[in-house]
């Protein structure tokens, strides 16, 4: 029996004028991008909580706090490298990465794949290996409004 673990993670941030939409590490043009003390990668944040969770390390508040100065402005896929490499410390490499994004607007299907690509790369993994999909909330709750988007996301570690 493989010694494998199982996390889910979800984040959502609330949109705000004067912000760049930086979704998996890609810069999409927006009129509004989401607000956040780092660049509120709303697609690695839930990413991060799911990596953390598969290895019972906490969440994304424990390990970059959002009232520390040192990740203000933080690119999102850099503190990714980092919990692989935490993972790895702990004798943990990833099997995959899985993030559904939901968002009203902009449409991201262009982007979808680059989003892929850089948190693949961030976490040393194939694409295939980092999944990351999207779809709208047909127009219901807070997201649906375009308030903000949210993402939920699983991992799957191994013991190395
Ligand atoms: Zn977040």
Sequence with gaps: MADIRVGIGYDC????EGRRLVL???EVPHDK??????????????????LLGAAGLGDIGT????????????DSLEL???VKETLEKHGWSIVNVDVTLILESPRISEYRELMS??????????????SVKATTNEG??????????????????ERQ
């Design 140 to 157: 219901m709750g807070f997201i649906g409004r375009g308030e903000g988007a949210g993402a939920i996301a699983t991992a799957l570690l």
């Design 80 to 82: 990714a490298s980092e």
């Design 33 to 50: 991008g989401l607000a956040g003390h780092s660049d509120a990668d709303v697609v690695t944040h839930a990413a991060i909580d799911a």
């Design 63 to 74: 390990h970059f706090p959002d009232d520390s100065e040192q990740w203000q402005g933080a």
């Design 24 to 26: 998996g590490g890609v």
């Design 117 to 130: 690509m850089g948190i693949a790369k961030a976490l040393g993994l194939e694409i295939e290996q980092a």
């Design 13 to 16: 941030h609330r949109f705000a």
